[in-house]
């Protein structure tokens, strides 16, 4: 039986995850497993996710995944290239896992492959450097580094957002023993606000937070509506922007060092904008440059809130949390305790059993949580949920 692991968000689970979940076991197989390594309550775009992290494997289990694990927070809201190591390490740890399948807009590897293999070299770094001295972005230099050793029409593969995640996900899967596998993304584009068959997750936030048609858009559209009913959701910053700010005006200016991860010196603009302005949507406009995306500023302004920095290069997750399984997935648990490389949690009490670094990283996503919870819309539906109290969902 084949095993396809997938790194998603799924902020919220849609009919676009339902359709890879459907296309991946008509290629490898109808009795293929699904294990999904799935951000936290908080994910890689700076942002509270908009249901907490059980509701969303709920809706991914009852969506077709197997078995959900969790990409803790340092890698769940770091840049694209930890993003995908945290993941793919993970689902190599498992040892269960045969196929690492990825959307991207391309849909083939051999771009893919090129553009991976080019941006582990030196020559690209020199690249990178020259151009982003000529006053470049990051994203532009990178690009233009590409073409500079590869051609234009794969390095323009970059300019999708899927894809550059798509590249990352194949640097990090060098040597993991699983086999890649692209699926082409269908529906609407990254982040768009089109409301067609397969709207983005973006567009399915916003009619959620508009009042539009969001549940013909949700498989798991229930799950949504019991969270909003019982005050748990949608979950936002704005519902916490003065705890946010709160937090901020008490740090030190080298207290914004951790969380600067280019080590550029915008940690100088962060502090003085989070002293001149009212608002987080000031304090991102007072540090927005060209050379810095706004993904980049909410990433980094979230992880100063939690206290969180992104996960160290080469730093990867300690243990196996199981959020979720459904029947399958239980019986793909019994494989993975004895062929995981990693402690496989799946009663949150046994990390106490765990090394020190494991327990750290675990209480710290503690901490996470009782912070999300300050970001639901009823604060008495939100207690917060104990980590250590908090059992994974059974399908």
């Not at 497993?33 to 509270?48: E, L, P």
């Not at 494997?57 to 290239?81: F, I, N, R, S, Y």
């Not at 293999?117 to 020199?126: I, K, P, S």
């Not at 046994?350 to 901490?367: K, S």
Request: overall charge neutral; aromatic content about 8%; proline content about 5%.
């Amino acid at each position: 039986m084949a095993v396809a692991g997938v790194v998603a968000e799924y902020n919220p689970f849609h009919r676009g995850h339902a359709w890879q979940l459907e296309e991946v076991r008509r290629r490898l197989g109808a009795d293929t497993a699904v294990i999904a390594c799935m951000s936290g309550n908080f994910v890689q775009r700076g942002d509270f996710a908009i249901l907490s992290k059980h509701a969303r494997t709920e809706m991914a289990l009852q969506g077709g995944v197997d078995l959900v694990l969790e990409l803790p927070t340092p890698w769940a809201v770091a840049g694209a290239e930890r993003f995908a190591q945290g993941g793919v390490a993970i689902l190599a740890a498992a040892g269960v896992v045969t196929h690492l399948v990825f959307g991207c807009e391309s849909g083939a590897l051999d771009p893919l492959r090129r553009i991976a293999d080019c941006l582990d070299g030196e020559g690209y770094h020199a690249g990178v450097r020259r151009f982003m001295a000529e006053g470049m972005t990051f994203a532009a230099a990178r690009q233009s580094a590409v073409e500079a050793l590869t051609d234009r029409e794969t390095a323009e593969c970059l300019s999708a957002p899927n894809n550059a995640l798509a590249v990352e996900y194949l640097r990090a899967w060098r040597g993991s023993g699983m086999l890649p596998l692209a699926l082409p993304r269908i529906g609407a584009a990254h982040d768009s606000g089109e409301e067609g068959e397969y709207p983005s997750a973006s567009a399915i936030r916003e009619m959620v937070l508009r009042g539009g048609d969001w549940r013909s858009a949700l498989p798991g559209a229930p799950v949504l509506s019991r969270e909003m009913e019982a005050g748990r959701a949608p979950a936002g910053r704005w519902l916490c922007e003065r705890a946010i700010l709160a937090r901020l005006r008490t740090m030190g200016e080298e207290d914004f060092w951790p969380y600067d991860g280019g080590n550029e010196g915008l940690y100088h603009r962060f502090y003085a904008a989070v002293h001149r302005e009212s608002t987080i949507d000031g304090i991102l406009a007072a540090v927005k440059t060209k050379r810095y995306p706004m993904a980049r500023l909410r990433r980094m302004l979230l992880q100063a809130y939690l206290g969180v920095p992104q996960a160290a290069q080469g730093e990867t997750p300690p243990y196996l949390r199981v959020l979720g399984a459904s029947g399958r997935g239980r019986a793909l648990l019994g494989t993975m305790r004895r062929a995981a490389s990693l402690p496989v949690i799946t009663k949150p009490g046994h990390v106490r059993r765990l090394v020190a670094e494991a327990q750290r990283i675990f209480d710290q996503e503690a901490r996470c949580t009782e912070l999300y919870a300050l970001a639901c819309p009823e604060l008495t539906g939100a207690v917060p949920e104990g980590e250590y109290g908090t059992a994974p969902v059974m399908l």
